[in-house]
């Protein structure tokens, strides 16, 4: 009789995803909702995307602001501020973020993804569940 026994699955390498927090002077943060046909659609997070394969995070995030919301990040003012990894159901992923202060353009949907400035009070709902803990710490952080 054959067995119905699966193997148990492996745990995937993490995805390694540059993440940027766009900071203006007065404090607020840009949010991005993810766009109909991505996982989580609808829900909230800072803008970003993944690193292809021997690209550096930074470059990553330079590339991945400039396709999904047409801004040019400026190295010299992208701060490493943290990382941490998330096991979604669909994705194991290390979020790799940064602080940005300084970048050129103005953010536009270049993606079908809404956007919108925040405070500590934020107007937009759901979450994504990774981006809920570091928008604690960050208010800790300022």
Known sequence: MASDLS???SVAKPIDVAVGILVKPNGEVLM??????KPYAGYWEFPGGKVEAGEPILSALIREFKEEIG???????AE???GCA?????AHVHLHFYLCR????EPQSLEGQQLAWQGETLNVQPLLPATIPLL???WQAR
């Open 80 to 82: 490493a501020w943290c």
């Open 32 to 37: 991005a909702q993810r766009p109909e046909g």
């Open 7 to 9: 193997p148990a699955p």
């Open 102 to 105: 300084a970048w050129q353009g």
């Open 86 to 90: 998330y096991v979604y159901p669909h």
């Open 71 to 77: 801004v040019e990040i400026d190295p010299n003012f």
């Open 136 to 138: 604690e710490w960050m």
